[in-house]
């Protein structure tokens, strides 16, 4: 299993949201901090203008797979 770093991720500059929390399958809600551990099946919890959301929701499997290389 790949995983992720938040802060290697940088999703507020390149994207202009912020991850507020993640929810891992089978585990509880956590809040997110920049060493938060992402994997391919957690739920993320985003904030940010309404039109860079969407932009992220449609690219979230391209970020994913680029920030793991």
């Known amino acids: 299993m790949t995983l992720c770093?938040?802060?290697?991720l940088d999703l507020r500059n390149k994207?202009?949201?912020q991850v507020i929390g993640v929810?891992?399958?089978?585990e509880d809600f956590e809040y997110a901090g920049r060493d938060t551990v992402i994997r391919p099946e957690d739920l993320?919890?985003?904030?940010?203008?309404g039109e860079l959301?969407?932009?992220f929701a449609r690219l979230v499997p391209g970020v994913i797979r680029r920030a793991r290389e």
């Open 5 to 8: 770093v938040l802060q290697q």
């Open 15 to 17: 994207y202009g949201i």
């Open 23 to 26: 929810k891992s399958p089978g």
């Open 44 to 49: 993320l919890v985003v904030a940010g203008d």
């Open 53 to 55: 959301l969407e932009r």
